[in-house]
């Protein structure tokens, strides 16, 4: 197997047994440092992958998928603190505003549409709470809805450690999650992040 920077070559021995020193002079041919052209033909690829509708379809897809998840999880965390339990939050708003209608909605209840077309769902205004961020210009950053965070409990909105929680140090162990412990604050860090995009 040889590998480069945009993916792996598999050599499968067949019936007919490749002459690898030849094989390796054919790879050397196509393949340098900089720029690797295994790369450019990937990132070409991609392009054209993503180039019309179907690139319109392909990315769609990976955004309701996400949003699904957030809210998904924003559901079941509702659920369980509700009943004096704990579950993990998604990073995100959890009240948002349709701009049409001036209507609001929970984040976890929200029609997809509203999340996956209106930007402002996204975005990280000064004085909102739930990013921590205290002086930030208006307008100025948002979230990527594919890219999930997911808050672990122990750490209030101001900062301050709470009582008990769940360190993401702790929770991101294969298993752990399923067995669901609530573990007293040692550590400061509550934020685990994933790409839902693959």
């Not at 490749?18 to 720029?35: C, D, K, L």
């Not at 603190?81 to 209507?103: L, M, R, Y």
């Amino acid at each position: 197997m040889r590998s480069s920077q945009a993916s792996y070559i598999h050599v499968r021995e067949g019936r007919g047994a490749i002459n690898f020193s030849r094989f390796n002079q054919a790879y050397m041919m196509h393949a340098t440092t900089s720029p690797l052209y295994a790369i450019c033909a990937s990132n070409d690829v991609a392009v054209s992958m993503m180039d019309g509708n179907s690139g319109l379809s392909l990315t769609q897809e990976v955004i309701d998928e996400a949003v699904d998840f957030r809210q998904a999880m924003a559901r079941l965390y509702k659920e369980f603190t509700a009943d004096g339990s704990w579950f993990f939050k998604p990073w995100n708003k959890e009240v948002v505003t349709d701009p049409q209608t001036g209507k609001t909605y929970d984040f976890a209840d929200a029609p997809t549409k509203l999340l996956t077309t209106v930007q402002d769902c996204w975005v990280m205004h000064p004085g909102e709470s739930w990013h921590g961020f205290k002086d930030i210009p208006d307008n100025w950053s948002m979230l990527d809805p594919i890219k999930v965070s997911i808050l672990a409990p122990g750490m209030g909105e101001d900062g301050e450690l709470e009582e008990t929680g769940v360190p993401a140090a702790r929770w991101s162990q294969p298993g752990l999650v399923a067995t669901a412990l609530c573990l007293p604050v040692p550590l400061t860090s509550r934020l685990c992040s994933c790409s839902l995009w693959a």
